[in-house]
């Protein structure tokens, strides 16, 4: 049994990405398994279904996972990233919370239902997004929900106030320790 394997995650948010992250997991535990997962995480989000199956499937495994902001944690990986149940962030890096955006194949004709499911579906997935945030942190719900409509980037400092992170530090691998990269 190792102690502590490292994983690196720089990546956007996908279906094809999220199937990697659990696949790459799941073989790290078989092969190792650690105490620990300890995840160097930096990535600009992407799709709220597969943030939710990565931040759920994180939840699941037996292993403490660690997770350390290395770059920018932006829109869903926010949630992915809050899995963790120790966090921190290197002090050059930063976290961006903004609200949900849809992309339209074009051109895209829809019906007034088509309509009134996209706008049920995105307003789910602000609210499911803003409750993981809310309850892996000291932000609430209505907090979370107006930094989605500021859409501004916070530093560490921010972070560390609100709960997302317990600490700003540099990450340090020690010497020998396995450390993949999930790609």
Same mark, same amino acid.
């Not at 956007?12 to 696949?23: E, G, L, Y």
């Not at 902001?69 to 890096?93: C, H, K, M, Q, W």
């Given at each position: ?8 995650? #720089? +990546?956007?948010?996908?279906? +094809? ?16 398994? $650690? ?13 709220? %279904? ?10 699941? !495994? $037996?292993? *403490?996972? /660690?997770? #350390?902001?290395?770059?920018?944690? +932006?829109?869903? &990986?926010?949630?992915?990233? !809050? ?9 050059? @890096? &930063?976290?961006?919370? #903004? ?10 004709? !829809? ?6 499911? /996209?706008?049920?579906?995105? +307003? ?10 809310? %309850?892996?942190?000291? !932000?609430? @719900? %209505? ?18 106030? *609100?709960? /997302? ?13 396995? #450390?993949?990269?999930?790609?």
């Amino acid at each position: 049994m190792t102690e502590t394997v490292y994983l690196t995650f #720089h +990546d956007n948010i996908s279906v +094809d990405s999220a199937k990697r992250f659990i696949d790459f997991c799941t073989k790290v535990n078989q092969q190792y398994q $650690p105490q620990n997962l300890y995840f160097l995480f930096s990535s600009g989000g992407g799709a709220v %279904d597969s943030g939710v199956t990565m931040y759920n499937f994180l939840l699941s !495994l $037996p292993q *403490k996972v /660690i997770m #350390h902001n290395v770059g920018t944690v +932006d829109s869903i &990986a926010n949630a992915v990233f !809050l899995a963790g149940a120790e966090r921190y962030a290197a002090p050059t @890096s &930063a976290f961006l919370l #903004h609200g949900i955006t849809w992309n339209f194949p074009q051109p895209a004709t !829809l019906t007034y239902s088509q309509m009134m499911e /996209i706008v049920s579906r995105f +307003d789910a997935a602000e609210q499911l997004t803003a409750q993981i945030i809310a %309850d892996r942190c000291s !932000l609430t @719900s %209505d907090e979370v929900r107006q930094l989605f409509r500021q859409g501004e980037s916070k530093a560490p400092t921010f972070a560390l106030a *609100k709960g /997302i992170i317990s600490e700003i530090r540099n990450i340090s691998i020690p010497p020998g320790a396995p #450390h993949y990269a999930i790609v």
